[in-house]
């Protein structure tokens, strides 16, 4: 009996050979180095290419988490270390692939926590249904990567004795943009067509990497997941919390380049300080965050929407219904939930734009458009819509003048879910994009069933993810089921999800604002919650 020849597992990088693992018909490399470790002289400072290696490398298990907290709901296997040397990429791609369509994924984690090592993001579905190349990539965090301490160096002449650069969490991402442009063709993938992706703080990074010079090329398409867009800071506000960590560690600005002496998990610890007091001083604000600068970030990234100086590239933005109950639940200072919090939110906002017309009295109008505000879990949603709705609207209404713009809303939620009232919260939609849902009886949101239901609207929102990475339009096939044996098999997870008839999904404009509501039933809604909309205004509102 002849055995099938199996695709070799080996691939050559720019930097050297990387072996494997094969999961039936997807092959996968894992902790690839796409940077030099950030380490030493190299903390807080640009990323650089990777050493050479010679001997062939492994490539089967995930590189090392940035250093941070892990949370058990993060689901990321203990064996996987945290350590700053953490500049890897992870690829899936379909056994045979060449010259497939790429998606690079960012992920979240509010710029200081999360890892490409989290059970969501295992992308071994999403290749083999999409037929698509996927990378994720691991960048710096925390104070590590979204701390910007380039205030601190000496004035223009000097030798750069502190050597600080802004924004290195973002250049880490870019660095992995610039690793798939040179490398993706050895693992079956297409350079020339990228999406790129993410949720939360990843989906804002891919907003703000849409506004940077630096990218140019890079990616072709892009997708916004629950992006808080307007977490984007100047200098001042940026410099106020560099010298306040420096407060936090004991060490006088004159004396910053001791900041790389200090072990990276004393720098974790103190950041977390940083992140309850600056979140409980300013509600809304993020003590972690990208930042203007002269490189990376040169204007906020809605400015630079609304004004055209971005890439006329297709665009998938989104929020979900229930974000906020995420940050309720963990109990994250991350999103102001009570109205005194909310209030002294939009007072802050209104002092950190001095002369902006109806500012001041914008905090009113607005919450007076949420019927039972401040009753119920009215404040949160204002929070909601401050955070995540409304700068993803604004977005959009400026990406849509000038190029194929998408929105949708995730409601989806499983009888659990909602029962708890927690709903379609934050992330609630990655193991739906990924197809990552825990096995049968292991994953908690099905505890009181759903799980049929669920794969079912899994496969109708990655299928649309997957349509748009080939370079379509996010629309599916108005076909049935892909086989009758979806529908008839007692075990959803033994053929995957059947792909059901469609509804057409038109491009976002200012007239109808047709937005995907994705839930049991897809459905397309004119303007929801359209009142709403209309009492926040057309104003950016947002901190400086």
């Known amino acids: 009996m002849t055995r ?54 492994d490539a089967t298990a995930f590189g090392a988490m940035a250093p941070q907290h892990v949370l058990k709901s993060m689901e990321v296997d203990p064996s996987v270390p945290l350590s700053e040397d953490c500049l890897t990429v992870n690829v899936w791609a379909p056994a045979g692939a060449a010259g497939r369509p790429v998606m690079v994924w960012i992920h979240g984690g509010g710029y200081f926590a999360g890892s490409t090592a989290q059970r969501f993001y295992d992308a071994t579905t999403l290749a083999a249904e999409g037929d698509v190349v996927v990378v994720t990539v691991n960048y710096r965090l925390g104070i590590l990567g979204f701390v910007d301490f380039s205030s601190l160096n000496p004035e223009a002449g000097s030798a750069f004795r502190h050597g600080f650069d802004a924004n290195v969490g973002l250049r880490d991402q870019i660095a992995g943009l610039a690793w798939v442009q040179q490398n993706i063709a050895a693992f079956g993938g297409d350079p020339g067509n990228v999406t790129l992706f993410g949720e939360s703080a990843g989906g804002a990074s891919v907003i703000a ?20 867009v307007t977490s984007v800071y100047g200098r001042e506000r940026a410099a106020m919390v560099a010298r306040r960590f420096l407060d936090i560690v004991g060490i006088d600005p004159g004396d ?44 906020y990234p809605l400015t630079a929407f609304r004004d055209g100086h971005v890439p006329r590239i ?18 994250s200072p991350l999103l102001p939930i009570t109205s005194e919090k909310v209030e002294q939110m939009f007072a802050e906002i209104a002092a950190d734009n001095p002369g902006s017309p109806g500012f001041d009295e914008a905090g009113a109008r607005i919450t007076g458009a949420y019927p039972s505000y401040p009753r119920r879990r009215t404040p949160a949603e204002v929070s909601r819509d401050a955070g995540f709705r409304m700068p993803s609207i604004w977005l959009a209404e400026a990406h849509s003048s000038h190029a194929p713009t998408w929105m949708y809303r995730f409601d989806h939620a499983t009888p659990l879910l909602r029962v708890t009232g927690i709903g379609a919260t934050h992330a609630a939609e990655l193991a739906y994009v990924f197809g990552s849902f ?20 899994a496969g109708r929102m990655r299928g649309r993810w997957i349509a748009f990475a080939h370079g379509e339009s996010p629309e599916l096939p108005g076909a049935a089921d892909r086989d009758s044996a979806d529908r008839d098999s007692p075990d959803p997870d033994a053929t ?22 994705i839930d049991r039933e897809e459905r397309v809604e004119n303007d929801p919650d359209g009142e709403i909309r209309e009492a926040w205004g057309p104003e950016i509102l947002a901190f400086r």
Not at 210 to 227: D, K, V
Not at 496 to 505: A, H, R
């Open 314 to 331: 297709p665009l998938i933005i989104g929020t979900n219904r229930d974000e906020s109950s995420f940050f309720k639940l963990m109990r």
């Open 209 to 228: 990497l849409m506004a940077s010079p630096l990218t140019t090329g890079l990616f072709h398409r892009a997708i916004a997941q629950s992006a808080p």
């Open 496 to 517: 995957g999800p059947g792909i059901e008839p469609s509804v057409p999904w038109p491009p976002y404009d200012t007239e109808e604002r047709p937005t995907l509501i």
């Open 256 to 299: 910053a380049h001791r900041l790389r002496e200090l072990d990276p998990f004393d720098l974790v610890d103190a950041g977390a300080e940083l992140v309850h007091e600056v979140s409980g001083a300013v509600p809304g604000t993020l003590a972690m965050a990208p930042v203007i600068d002269d490189e990376v970030v040169p204007e």
């Open 4 to 57: 099938a020849v199996r695709e070799p597992l080996i691939r050559q990088t720019a930097a050297g050979a990387v072996r494997g693992a094969r999961d039936g018909e997807v092959l996968s490399w894992k902790g690839i180095p796409f940077a030099a470790p950030p380490t030493g002289e190299r903390r807080f400072r640009r990323p650089q290419p990777p050493a050479p290696w010679h001997e062939l490398r």
């Open 438 to 457: 825990a096995p049968r009886g292991r994953d908690i949101v099905f505890g009181l069933g759903g799980r049929a239901e669920a794969l079912r609207v």
